[in-house]
T-cell receptor, first 115, second 112 residues
């Protein structure tokens, strides 16, 4: 199993450009999510999905779009990049059992710089 | 609003010493309290987690202590080793076991 994979590893964008961060998992996990990590702020939830065709907003969703057409893939789209979106982005996945702690498995991250 | 407050922001401990990281939360409706460990350039990975009906959980050198009445939980790393040098995040879980809210992180350095 490759686990959770993310591409690209690094990306530099200019203000106003758009791009898609890719995330895939091969563990048949129902739950997938995107976080951003900024110094001194921990990881903050951007969007999440409890299954194919179902997405919802997290704590900091503005400026980002997601879709979940398959169980395996959960891409994150930046519609018009802004310098405030400079961050490290992590994708995570887990099973979705209720009344249980579902360990979340994180990808290696994408480091994004917006100039 | 910050639902989880973590301290200290950074910590230096001598090899063999005890590392202690504290977290405090505000909402009482959390289901689980995990700790994640992150090495530079990597994603976070689950270290240990505790349910709110348990006061302590130990796994090897790592122990979570949980104080429900004070709304606090802490991570103790016994016999700290240089390989433990990493950033540690506490988190709280709600929403049926998946939705994580993280603390701000503690950068631990274990010196020889």
């Amino acid at each position: 199993n490759a686990g959770v994979t993310q591409t690209p590893k690094f990306q530099v964008l200019k203000t106003g450009q758009s791009m898609t961060l890719q995330c895939a998992q091969d563990m048949n996990h129902e739950y997938m999510s995107w976080y951003r990590q900024d110094p001194g702020m921990g990881l903050r939830l951007i969007h999440y999905s409890v299954g194919a065709g179902i997405t919802d907003q997290g704590e900091v969703p503005n400026g980002y779009n997601v879709s979940r057409s398959t169980t395996e893939d959960f891409p994150l789209r930046l519609l018009s990049a802004a310098p405030s979106q400079t961050s490290v982005y992590f994708c995570a996945s887990s099973y979705s059992q209720r009344s249980a702690y579902n360990e979340q498995f994180f990808g290696p991250g994408t480091r994004l710089t917006v100039l | 609003q910050q639902q989880v407050k973590q301290s200290p922001q950074s910590l230096i401990v001598q090899k063999g010493g005890i590392s202690i990281i504290n977290c405090a939360y505000e909402n009482t409706a959390f289901d689980y309290f995990p700790w994640y460990q992150q090495f530079p350039g990597k994603g976070p990975a689950l270290l240990i987690a505790i349910r709110p009906d348990v006061s302590e959980k130990k796994e090897g050198r790592f122990t979570i202590s949980f104080n429900k009445s004070a709304k606090q939980f802490s991570l103790h790393i016994m016999d700290s080793q240089p390989g433990d040098s990493a950033t540690y995040f506490c988190a709280v879980i709600t929403g049926g076991g998946n939705k994580l809210t993280f603390g701000t992180g503690t950068q631990l350095k274990v010196e020889l």
